[in-house]
């Protein structure tokens, strides 16, 4: 996310001016091999290009930038191996994505959050021209999770309800949610299910030692009280993740807490979130998780996503139309001539 408050959007304006440079020469560069027959080495140039820019935007931690420029690196990348079909699509969506940017840079520079969620369209476009798989808005979501938890902090007191070993804890919690995960995914619409799964979560998230685990635990446990009050959708993609959930559980039962891996507890966690962001408000545990991890900045409400995003590609759109009839204009001026 951009650094907050004012000197973020001072940082970008001083290098601004040299940003735009940068752009309009690729820009220029991309509508020169766009028509012409003979590309040679300026795809191959335009990389090296973007990869100056995108070194400055990670520089300037501009996460939305940074994406975009990767998607059309990569897409450089594969036209110069001659494994794009539709060249002249993957030429328009690039054209589409160096005058997207500049907008995008508009925003931040005028005190707004780094929304990489708003650039997704773009980054699609990209990703389609050299047919690779699209990323859901959930990709793109990405809440820093290293933020104070006072509910996680340990109490001095000894619970003897955890002196079972931790293997046998574990065989027993695994059973319990394997019973309660299978009954919800066979009656999807009866929450009364949920209550087992709920249990286990909470019980989880006092045992565990790491706080990737108790986190994790901790969210997911919240999660479900929000299903069970209704505010949070008990959708097809929320089910999924906590079936991963319970390969999370089958790897802490058979090789402890060392066996798991941080980096998916914590891509769980967030995917978690994701669906807690998009939650309504109402239930404490949800709108708790809301307020910890600052959700509300990292997704929008769903007609300001869309105003926004209309802000960024509406402009760009009618400067891309501008931008064509100019070039046509001129072509018909050199077949005059």
Known sequence: MLLEGSNASTVLTWV?????????????????????KHRGNGVKNTAENLTQLKYTFEALVLQGATLVVEEMITLCDELEQENVRD???AFGALM??????PSYLDRLQAGHHDLPILLLPVINELRAAYNANIVSEATLFAPDLDV???????????????????????LRMRR?????????????????????????????CQRMDGMELRRLWWIASEVVGGIEDGVTDNDVNLRRLFARLHLTIKTLADGGEAATDAESVNSISQALLFHIAQ?????P???????????VELVPDRDVLIRARGAVTGRNRELYTSLGAAVRDELSLVKDA
């Open 16 to 36: 601004r001016p040299d940003l735009d440079k940068h752009l309009n020469q690729i820009r220029t560069q991309i509508e020169a091999i766009a028509g012409s």
């Open 279 to 283: 939650a309504k408000p109402g239930n």
């Open 285 to 295: 545990g949800v709108d708790k998780l809301r307020e910890h991890f600052h959700l």
């Open 176 to 204: 319990q949610y394997e019973n309660a995960l299978l009954g919800w995914l066979q009656n999807q619409d009866n929450i009364e299910l949920l209550a087992p799964i709920h249990a286990v979560c909470g019980t989880l």
């Open 87 to 89: 060249t002249e699509a």
């Open 148 to 170: 104070p938890l006072p509910e996680l902090e340990r109490t001095q007191e000894h619970d003897p309800s955890f002196d079972e070993p931790f293997p046998a804890f574990m």
């Open 96 to 101: 589409d994505a160096i005058v997207v940017v």
